[in-house]
């Protein structure tokens, strides 16, 4: 066996450490859902703390990947597509404390835009990722983030809105960053044979 690999394109960053990112984020995916799924009936303050978290943690996460993209290329479309991301999450978590005292309805309006914009940014980033492969499950995970917050917003508003989904919204994207990350950096490799 070789440990050859294909050379990263210095604006996609770390495969090493997205791959560690992406377990992390996996983690801490699984453990939050089923805190929230014993806790999330109704809003109290571990409830509150629970909901401000994954955001925070998403702006963390995005932190660690740019400063490690920024070690192979100080400006790329990249870095702006982190920065947007840490951006969106922040204005997330601060929407979501606003959010608390309106009610579940509120909570889940502000989650699914929340959801829809960081999906899109996502999806770009996934994209333009793809050389470093195991990007499928990202691109999946950021259309399906946008779906879900679609529709996060759209059932704000019906009786008994629930908390719930939002645990298997953040287990489901746990399970694509577990899949990005077994298969990061296994893209298949261009073929350099003569035409």
């Known amino acids: 066996m070789t440990t050859a690999t294909t050379p990263v394109p210095v604006a996609s960053g770390d495969p090493s450490t997205l791959r560690r990112l992406h377990l992390a984020r996996f983690g801490f995916a699984v453990v939050w859902a ?6 999330g009936s109704h809003l109290g303050p571990l409830t509150a703390v629970l909901l401000v978290l994954y955001p925070l943690v998403d702006v963390a996460a995005a932190a660690v990947d740019a400063r490690s993209s920024r070690a192979a290329a100080p400006e790329t479309w990249n870095a702006v597509g982190l920065r947007a991301t840490m951006t969106i999450s922040a204005l997330a978590a601060i929407g979501l404390v606003v959010a608390l005292s309106s009610g579940v309805p509120a909570v889940l309006r502000v989650w699914g835009a929340w ?3 960081a999906g899109i940014v996502q999806l770009v980033v996934a994209i333009r990722r793809r050389s470093l492969g195991g990007r499928g499950a990202m691109i999946a995970s950021g259309s399906i983030s946008v ?14 809105a629930s908390l719930a989904g939002l645990a298997g ?10 899949v990005s ?7 298949p490799r261009p073929d350099h044979s003569p035409s």
């Open 147 to 160: 779906l879900a917050g679609v529709a996060f917003v759209l059932t704000a508003s019906a009786a008994g």
């Open 34 to 39: 089923l805190l929230l799924v014993v806790v």
């Open 181 to 187: 990350a077994l298969r990061l950096g296994r893209a």
């Open 115 to 117: 959801a829809v914009v």
């Open 169 to 178: 919204y953040a287990l489901l994207g746990g399970i694509f960053f577990l």
